[in-house]
């Protein structure tokens, strides 16, 4: 049964930057597309990035130009790089796996199977 866990969040300020992590137990991520998503205080869990099996990426508009989602199949690791922070990136943020390789990567929480416990992200002021 592979298992994600999410490390890297943490306390920054506006401006500042933070690499997170999703690494994978039990099994190897190659041939998983891999997404980040991040739920704000009483908001819904929103898309933030994803990244094909392949190494295609995808952002959302909020992020693109400040993030960066990268993947190293040999250390069984997907990153996400975020720069520029800003307020309202502050979130609990997950990455999720979806073993469906020959589809394209998906943009919605319901098209991913396999879940993080997530990693708080706090920007502030």
């Known amino acids: 049964q592979v298992q994600l866990v999410e490390s890297g969040g943490g306390l920054v300020q506006a401006g500042g930057s933070l690499r997170l992590s999703c690494a994978a137990s039990g099994r190897t991520l190659s041939g998983y597309h891999i997404g980040w998503f991040r739920r704000a205080p009483v908001k819904e869990r929103v898309f933030v990035a994803a990244?094909?099996?392949?190494?295609?990426?995808t952002y959302a508009d909020s992020v693109k130009g400040r993030f960066t989602i990268s993947r190293d199949d040999a250390k069984n690791i997907v990153y996400l790089q975020m720069n520029s922070l800003k307020l309202e990136d502050t979130a609990v943020y997950y990455c999720?796996?979806?073993?469906?390789?020959?589809?394209?990567?998906?943009?919605?929480?319901?098209?991913?199977?396999?879940w993080g416990q997530g990693t708080q992200v706090s920007v502030s002021s």
């Open positions: 990244i094909t099996w392949s190494g295609g990426p």
């Open positions: 999720a796996g979806d073993p469906r390789f020959f589809t394209r990567v998906g943009v919605s929480e319901n098209e991913y199977s396999l």
